[in-house]
Each structure stands twice: as structure tokens, then as C-alpha cells.
């Protein structure tokens, strides 16, 4: 039996839904300082790949604290469309991890990275949503799936 994909699609073609990428390309036709050749000559591809929610992959990881980093790879990236999230969390090395990282709005998770056995850890196992404050007293955010702060 095939395992459900780490990933999720996100409704991208509903009216009024923004992905923080900016203007589109109308504000910018006729803006002074720009140069016509430049503005019309810009490539039609973006370079942000939206449409996916890696909120499963996020959860997954962090299922897997403790286990060998082979195995868990080696699952995860069967599961995805490209392993490059994967690595929006996980360090090769402590040094090069943060304790915590942002994955949305106002999501968190706790970040991870490959110790000198191969096992997948924390960088700051002492990190919960209970010592979290935060940005902002309008959003839910959350710590590993874990709401902290007050909510509206």
C-alpha cells in the first residue's frame, strides 16, 4: 500500500488569494526608471513554487526525533515532489541548525539536525510552546502543532 504524500496542495486559483510575491507586472509596464526592453524582456517563470502546504513533512520529521536520519530520508523523500524541504528544517550539522524555525505565518517548528551517529535531534531540545511569546496578539501561532500565546 502507497503512503499519502508529505505534502498538501493549497487552493491557489481562488479570487483574492496573495502569496506575498508583490506587484504584478501592470504596476510596473510603465513605471519611470524602467526601461521598456527590460520590462518586457523579464522571464514569464516565477522562481516561488506555490500551490503546497509541507506542514505533513514538518510534522513527519519531528515524529522521527531519535531515529536514524538514512531511514527517515530515504521515506520523505518517496513521499515529496522534490527534497528540498527537507532541508527548511533539518541541518547536517548542530552548528548550522536553528532552535527554532519559521514555516508560515505564524507557525513554528523546532529545528533539527544529524549528530555524528546518524540520528535526527533537536538543536534546542529544552523548546517549548509554553516559553514562547508572540509577534503579535491577532494570529494563533503555534510551536510544533502546539498553540502558545493568547488567541482571539
Do not use: I
Request: with cysteine; hydrophobic share 30%; glycine share 10%.
Amino acid at each position: 500500500m502507497e503512503k499519502a504524500p508529505l505534502y498538501r496542495s493549497v487552493n491557489t486559483r481562488t479570487h483574492g488569494v496573495r502569496h506575498g510575491l508583490g506587484g504584478e507586472f501592470r504596476h510596473e509596464r510603465h513605471a519611470k526608471g524602467v526601461a521598456a526592453s527590460d520590462a518586457t524582456h523579464l522571464p514569464m517563470h516565477g522562481k516561488h513554487r506555490h500551490g503546497r502546504d509541507y506542514t505533513p513533512l514538518f510534522r513527519f520529521l519531528q515524529s522521527r526525533v531519535g531515529r536514524r536520519w538514512d531511514e527517515a530520508h530515504a521515506e520523505a523523500c518517496a513521499r515529496l515532489d522534490t527534497p528540498e524541504p527537507l532541508f527548511w528544517l533539518v541541518a547536517r550539522r548542530r552548528e548550522d541548525g536553528q532552535a527554532m524555525v519559521r514555516t508560515g505565518e505564524s507557525s513554528y517548528f523546532s529545528g533539527l539536525f544529524v549528530d555524528e551517529e546518524g540520528l535526527l535531534q533537536r538543536v534546542d531540545p529544552t523548546l517549548n510552546a509554553q516559553d514562547l511569546t508572540p509577534d503579535c496578539h491577532c494570529c494563533t501561532h503555534t510551536l510544533n502543532g502546539v498553540r502558545f500565546g493568547t488567541s482571539p
